[in-house]
């Protein structure tokens, strides 16, 4: 999948979705970007190379079921013929899950990863995806998986297809700088779990280890500057990349950290990338006593002088305490009660079954009463 990086590259969107064939592409961003100065630039780039375009951005920052229903039917009425997926997570996923629905009669959840593949008709082609991410965070713009909310269930699920692909991922660091300071922790937060996670994986991917090592020791170096700094391109530059790679490498599996995230969120509304950053020193402990065969290498991409876990897990809570991430889950609101429906659905998740640690439902329910309570 070919991968566009570069201050200023934003420019060449019109050309972009020219040569993909697209004269019409309908752009899915979230409410929070839809006044935001990219979108204009965006849509001039398009008008430039004859392009007409439409903005939907009705899409929440965990986004619903029926979001991408009302995507779909903007999407069909505009007679669209291309999706640029743009903004942080959200906006990436809700422009995903209507690449998925756009040109057929599936419904959303037979996308559900962990149901049989979705047979989609040769004569119901997704439409050519571009991603375009705005913060540096969830490593979303080269694949099609996207987190949609079950309104239903009240669950966070993974949808895709294997034959979906971005056609592009666009990566103009410029577009977060200026990015507020807690918004670049708890994106950067995100995607340092992903690649530690993903590491952490009980498997070996040449491809998917190797991009993690280094995402996290991109994000560890930058993340700090770019927060304090939120104008540095240098810093905004090595978080962009440090995410893509992050993303890259969560192809191999993520961990409870996410599944619980995912639950959470559903339920309380709360940031994911945020969420993650408070729930990863109670995972980190569970999982403590399967990872040290993984600690050298992580904690060579972290700078430190020994494979101890402890001194690993000091680091991770330093750059937690440096970025002011609260320090419990009780501080996002959730309450104690919460724990044993959340485990219920956490084990549920995708993420869980990838865990460096095999959890059962009570396990999971004692790691979110920690991180509830005590937290780090």
């Not at 839809?34 to 920052?61: C, K, M, N, W, Y």
């Not at 903007?74 to 422009?95: E, L, N, T």
């Not at 994106?187 to 998917?208: K, M, N, R, S, W």
């Not at 991770?316 to 305490?321: F, G, Q, S």
Request: charged share 15%; glycine share 10%; aromatic share 6%.
């Amino acid at each position: 999948m070919p991968i566009a990086y570069g201050p200023g590259r934003l420019a060449e969107i019109g050309k972009h979705c020219a040569a993909l064939g697209m004269t019409n592409p309908l752009i899915v961003t979230d409410k929070g970007s839809r006044e935001l100065p990219f979108i204009v630039q965006t849509q001039s780039s398009l008008a430039d190379q004859g392009l007409t375009s439409h903005v939907f951005s009705d899409i929440s920052p965990n986004p619903r079921d029926h979001e991408i229903k009302n995507a779909r039917g903007v999407f069909r009425s505009g007679s669209h013929d291309g999706v640029i997926a743009m903004g942080g997570g959200s906006g990436m996923d809700g422009g995903k899950a209507t690449c998925l629905t756009a040109n057929n009669e599936i419904d959303l959840w037979r996308f559900n990863y962990d149901a049989p593949v979705a047979e989609v008709g040769v004569h119901n082609a997704f439409p050519p995806l571009v991603c375009i991410p705005t913060t540096s965070g969830t490593g979303a713009e080269t694949e099609s998986t996207a987190m949609i909310t079950d309104t239903q269930r009240g669950m966070k699920l993974c949808v895709w297809h294997p034959t979906l692909k971005p056609s592009l991922a666009l990566l103009d660091p410029k577009l977060t700088l200026g990015l507020p300071p807690h918004l670049t922790a708890w994106t950067g937060i995100d995607a340092l779990i992903h690649a530690i996670e993903a590491y952490c994986v009980p498997d070996f991917h040449p491809q998917c280890d190797g991009t993690a090592l280094e995402a996290i020791k991109l994000i560890t170096r930058w993340l700090p500057i770019a927060v304090a700094d939120p104008n540095n391109l240098e810093a905004r530059g090595g978080m962009q990349v440090g995410s893509c790679l992050g993303g890259i490498a969560f192809l191999k599996g993520l961990g409870l950290v996410h599944a619980i995230s995912h639950m959470v969120g559903a339920d309380y509304d709360t940031h994911h990338g945020l969420t993650n950053a408070v729930a990863l020193p109670a995972v980190m402990r569970f999982n403590a006593p399967l990872l040290t065969e993984k600690l050298p290498a992580m904690a060579a991409a972290l700078g430190l002088e020994d494979n101890e876990f402890e001194s690993f897990y000091r680091a991770l809570c330093a750059l937690l305490d440096a970025l002011d991430i609260p320090r419990s889950l009780a501080d996002l609101g959730v309450p104690l009660s919460a724990a044993p429906a959340l485990a219920q659905k956490a084990h549920l998740d995708a993420a869980a079954s990838t865990n460096a640690r095999p959890a059962s439902v009570a396990d999971i329910e004692a790691i979110l009463e920690e991180a509830i309570t005590n937290g780090r």
